[in-house]
């Protein structure tokens, strides 16, 4: 099975700085079509997880530019330009190349200082 | 708007059976593959059992391969997850979610199951 794992597993940062989570595999996740199969996802305080960044560096629809994604092989990155409040929550990544299982980063908690 | 709102948690003895399920509305249901995936009270995400499209092909996370069954009914545009001989260790907030291409989305509201005596 892929092991994903994340870091830091809390971020606090100040509102209008930059945040940056590292997620990385114990197995390369790019696909022989040239694609990496890793998403990144956010669930914030008592909701439902939602899909940020698919294909390591695509915008979900109606996620805002502030966050990117980046990364290749067995390492990646999800940047927040700039943070806001209504970031907070505990964002994952996840591999879908070699599956099943799929399986999740532990999880980073970005809370605002 | 495309919609996955689940149903059937509650609280349940160790040993018994619980059955939720997941209804699909806004778009073919019968084109997507599902997900179930369960998150235990304060910890990350887990992913449970995966059905294909067409229901030809079930996967099952390790922890729950030969106690759980996930099941479809296109009639219904209904997911299902049949839990049998639950444990403690099962209990969470568990999540349906539809294959897009190959990632999660949109997901579920959840859906609580406590096994407790």
């Known amino acids: 099975d892929i092991v994903m794992t994340q870091s830091p597993l809390s971020l606090p940062v100040t509102p209008g700085e930059p945040a940056s989570i590292s997620c990385r595999s114990s197995q390369t996740l790019l696909h022989r079509n040239g694609y990496h199969y890793l998403d990144w996802y956010l669930q914030k305080p008592g909701q439902t997880p939602q899909l940020l960044i698919y294909l390591a560096s695509n915008r979900a629809s109606g996620v805002p530019d502030r966050f990117s994604g980046s990364g290749s092989g067995t390492d990646f990155t999800l940047k927040i330009s700039r943070v806001e409040t209504e970031d907070v929550g505990v964002y994952y990544c996840m591999q879908t190349l070699q599956t099943p299982p799929y399986t999740f980063g532990q999880g980073t908690k970005l809370e605002i200082k | 708007q495309v919609q996955l709102v689940q149903s059937g948690g509650g609280v349940v003895q160790p040993g018994r059976s619980l059955r939720l399920t997941c209804a699909a509305s806004?778009?073919?249901?019968?084109?997507?593959?599902m997900h179930w995936v369960r998150q235990a009270p304060g910890k990350g995400l887990e992913w449970v059992a995966t059905i294909w499209f067409d229901g030809s092909k079930k996967y099952y996370a390790d922890s729950v391969r030969g106690r759980f069954i996930v099941s479809r009914d296109d009639s219904q545009a209904s997911l299902y997850l049949q839990m049998n001989s639950l444990r403690a260790e099962d209990t969470a907030v568990y999540y349906c979610a539809r294959i897009t291409t190959n990632w999660f989305d949109p997901w579920g509201q959840g859906a609580l199951v406590t096994v407790s005596s």
């Open positions: 806004g778009f073919t249901f019968n084109e997507y593959g």
